[in-house]
C-alpha cells in the first residue's frame, strides 16, 4: 500500500520558507499592507496577522487580512538576507 503524497516543487518550497515572515504588500488602490505572512491560495489571495494598513500619511492597525490576489501590485518581504531576490517570485 502505497501513499500519494504530492512532492512540493521548487516554487513552493520557497513561499513556504516566507511563512511568518513580516510582508509589504502594495495594491491596486495604493494602500500598502505589512504585516507577518501566514496563507496563501491558489488564487494569490494572501493573509497577513498583525497588520497595519498605511494610506498616503495615515495609518491603523487592521490586524488579520484577507488581501485578495486580484488587487496585489508588489509583494516584498523584510526580514531576507541581502543576497535573496526580496520579494516572492511568483507576486510582482
Do not use: A, W
Not at 19 to 26: D, E, M, V
Not at 61 to 87: R, S
Amino acid at each position: 500500500m502505497s501513499t500519494n503524497i504530492p512532492v512540493d516543487t521548487q516554487n513552493i518550497k520557497k513561499l513556504r520558507s516566507y511563512l511568518n515572515f513580516k510582508t509589504r504588500i502594495t495594491i491596486t488602490d495604493g494602500r500598502i499592507f505589512i504585516g507577518t505572512f501566514v496563507c496563501t491560495d491558489k488564487q494569490k489571495n494572501i493573509i497577513l496577522t498583525q497588520t497595519k494598513e498605511f494610506r498616503g500619511d495615515e495609518h491603523r492597525m487592521v490586524g488579520l487580512v484577507m488581501i485578495p490576489g486580484k488587487h496585489l501590485v508588489k509583494v516584498e518581504t523584510e526580514d531576507l538576507d541581502d543576497d535573496d531576490d526580496n520579494g516572492f517570485p511568483i507576486y510582482g
